[in-house]
C-alpha cells in the first residue's frame, strides 16, 4: 500500500521548500487538502510525483502539484479575490484555491469529471466554490467578472472572451507551451493583465504542463 502520509511531506518539503516554493498561506493548502483524494485509480499511487497524472478521461491529465504550486505563488491570491478556474478536473486546484480566494467558480466540461467535482468539494466542505459545468472555452461570464482567472493546464490561446470576463485590472494566469505539437508538454507560465480593453503579456518560468484541448484556435483570439 501507497505510504501517503510519506509522500505527501516529500512533496513539502522536498519538492516545494527547496524550489522557493514557501507562501504560507499555500504552504498551508497543500498540507490540509491531500490529492490522493481527487485522483481517481489506477492512477492514485502516483499522486504526489512530480508529474502531470492521467484522470480517468481520455486526454485529461491532472496538473503536477509542483507546476501548481509554482503557479499560484506567481498568481499571489488572497481574500479579496474573487477567481474562475477553468478546467477544474476533479478538484484538487479548487479546493486548494478555496483557502486563499474569497470566491471560486470552478469550471468543468466534462460530465464524469464535474461529478467527481461536485463530490470533492462537498467532502472538503468548501463553501466558496460554486462548480459550473460548460465548456472551458467559454469562461463563466454569468459569474463574473473575475480579480484572477486562472487556467490549470496548458493551452495554446486565449480566446478574447474569456479576457474580457476580468475585472479591471485583473490578471490570468496560464502555462503556454512552447511547442505546437501535443505530445511534447514543456510550457512557460503567462500572465494576462487588463488595463481597460488592453491586456498587458507577462512570460515567467517554464514548467511541464499538461495541454487542455480546445483553445487551438486563434479565430477569437485578440490582445
Known sequence: MKDFKRAHENML?????????????????????????????????????????????????????????????????????????????????????????????????????????????????ASNIKAVKGEIVGGAPLQGPYDIIFIEGAVLDIPFSILEQLEEGGKLFAYEPLFETSSRQLSRAIRYERFGKTYTKTSFFEAVAPRLKGFNSQDDFQL
Not at 35 to 41: H, L, Q, T
Not at 57 to 82: C, D, P, W, Y
Open 13 to 125: 518539503f522536498r519538492q516545494f521548500l527547496p524550489n522557493k516554493l514557501t507562501n504560507g498561506k499555500l504552504l498551508h493548502a497543500f498540507e490540509e487538502v491531500w490529492r490522493e483524494k481527487f485522483i481517481p485509480a489506477p492512477s492514485t499511487p502516483l499522486s504526489y510525483c512530480d508529474q502531470n497524472v492521467s484522470l480517468p478521461v481520455e486526454g485529461r491529465e491532472a496538473l503536477s502539484s509542483f507546476s501548481l504550486m509554482r503557479l499560484l505563488q506567481t498568481a499571489n491570491i488572497t481574500k479579496q479575490h474573487r477567481v474562475l478556474h477553468i478546467g477544474a478536473g476533479t478538484g484538487f486546484g479548487a479546493v486548494v484555491l478555496s483557502y486563499l480566494a474569497k470566491s471560486v467558480v470552478c469550471l468543468e466540461e466534462n460530465e464524469e469529471l464535474y461529478l467527481m467535482l461536485l463530490n470533492n468539494i462537498e467532502q472538503f466542505s
